[in-house]
């Protein structure tokens, strides 16, 4: 491969996933944009050449080697398992950090109380195969149906019950569904096609790439704080820091002070600067942190 043909395909979510995919990507320091007319991303990096294309195909496209690499839920490499190289889990969705849940619902009033009792049922799902897959664990044979959207709502008329997929739950308890059993959980991932792994530029690219949205995640929700603090009052200061590691002192010019450097979660500034101050600290300034790498 010659220096001007080194381009990396790679497939981002369109979708429900695309927004925050690529503002992660633009964190990360790579400016993706996009136009409603176009299914080609702008990026501001020659190597990169980027397509939408929905969540549930991507991993088939990139085991066949269409695309080199694309970002989509381990619920859809499970689905269609697609052969494929995972590069590394990105813990992010579009309402919360936590994984999404597929899960096996009924209506509220469904005699319905265990997996057992599916047995020759109708269920639609969107998941066809890991549906399928889940009851063959419990030893149930049910019809199951493909749907194509608005599965909360089919229940009890058109099925006995539906897996679907939830983060908060909220649109289950809104359609008077409740869960009988989780089938799966699920997190974003970033694969690869299992040659273009092996390939030493493809693959140094996608670990770079991996390492700068990885630090991005793991700076989410934290900050910086600087402080300088009078050597015989340092020890209660380190009391007070939940540090991500142990802070940084470093010497000042006056002998009798230090500075004090650490990373913390934001949500407890509120309450540790207040005692940060009663025990000593001045010149205490907190300050925005959008990477960290281990």
Same mark, same amino acid.
């Given at each position: 491969?010659? #220096?001007?043909?080194?381009? @990396?395909?790679?497939?981002?979510?369109?979708?429900? @996933?695309?927004? +925050?995919?690529?503002?992660?990507?633009?964190?990360?320091?790579?400016?993706?944009?996009?136009?409603?007319?176009?299914?080609?991303?702008?990026?501001?990096?020659?190597?990169?050449?980027?397509?939408?294309?929905? +969540?549930?195909?991507?991993?088939?496209?990139?085991?066949?080697?269409?695309?080199?690499?694309?970002?989509?839920?381990?619920?859809?490499?499970? #689905?269609?398992?697609? %052969?494929?190289?995972? $590069?590394?889990?990105?813990?992010?969705? %579009?309402?919360?950090?936590?994984?999404?849940?597929?899960?096996?619902?009924?209506?509220?009033?469904?005699?319905?109380?265990?997996?057992?009792?599916?047995?020759?049922?109708?269920?639609?799902?969107?998941?066809?195969?890991?549906?399928?897959?889940? @009851?063959?664990?419990?030893?149930?044979? *049910?019809?199951?149906?493909?749907?194509?959207?608005?599965?909360?709502?089919?229940?009890?008329?058109?099925?006995?019950?539906?897996?679907?997929?939830?983060?908060?739950?909220?649109?289950?308890?809104?359609?008077?569904?409740?869960?009988?059993? #989780?089938?799966?959980?699920?997190?974003?991932?970033?694969?690869?096609?299992?040659? *273009? +792994?092996?390939?030493?530029?493809?693959?140094?690219? @996608?670990?770079?790439? +991996?390492?700068?949205?990885?630090?991005?995640?793991?700076?989410?929700?934290?900050?910086?704080?600087?402080?300088?603090?009078?050597?015989?009052?340092?020890?209660?200061?380190?009391?007070?820091?939940?540090?991500?590691?142990?802070?940084?002192?470093?010497?000042?010019?006056?002998?009798?002070?230090?500075?004090?450097?650490?990373?913390?979660? #934001?949500?407890?500034?509120?309450? $540790?600067?207040?005692?940060?101050?009663?025990?000593?600290?001045?010149?205490?300034?907190?300050?925005?942190?959008?990477?960290? $790498?281990?």
């Amino acid at each position: 491969m010659t #220096e001007s043909d080194r381009v @990396l395909k790679l497939g981002i979510p369109a979708g429900s @996933l695309q927004e +925050a995919t690529g503002e992660l990507f633009r964190k990360a320091g790579y400016n993706i944009t996009f136009s409603s007319r176009s299914y080609y991303p702008q990026v501001d990096d020659p190597e990169i050449e980027c397509l939408l294309i929905r +969540a549930q195909e991507m991993a088939r496209y990139v085991e066949q080697g269409i695309l080199d690499a694309g970002i989509t839920g381990y619920d859809w490499v499970r #689905e269609t398992n697609a %052969k494929v190289f995972e $590069i590394c889990e990105l813990q992010f969705s %579009k309402v919360s950090r936590r994984p999404v849940r597929w899960v096996l619902c009924v209506p509220n009033d469904s005699p319905v109380q265990s997996v057992k009792d599916l047995e020759g049922k109708r269920i639609a799902t969107e998941v066809v195969g890991l549906t399928r897959s889940f @009851l063959a664990q419990h030893g149930v044979q *049910a019809e199951i149906e493909f749907s194509w959207g608005a599965t909360e709502v089919k229940p009890p008329k058109l099925a006995d019950a539906i897996v679907e997929v939830t983060e908060t739950g909220s649109s289950l308890r809104a359609n008077n569904l409740r869960i009988v059993a #989780e089938v799966l959980q699920s997190t974003t991932r970033f694969i690869a096609n299992p040659q *273009a +792994a092996q390939d030493a530029w493809k693959r140094q690219k @996608l670990d770079n790439i +991996a390492l700068m949205l990885k630090s991005c995640l793991a700076a989410e929700g934290k900050v910086g704080l600087l402080m300088n603090v009078r050597r015989d009052h340092l020890p209660h200061i380190l009391q007070q820091l939940p540090a991500l590691k142990n802070p940084t002192v470093s010497s000042l010019s006056d002998p009798e002070w230090v500075a004090v450097n650490t990373i913390l979660d #934001e949500s407890v500034v509120r309450t $540790i600067i207040p005692r940060l101050k009663e025990n000593g600290a001045t010149g205490i300034v907190e300050y925005p942190i959008s990477k960290i $790498i281990d």
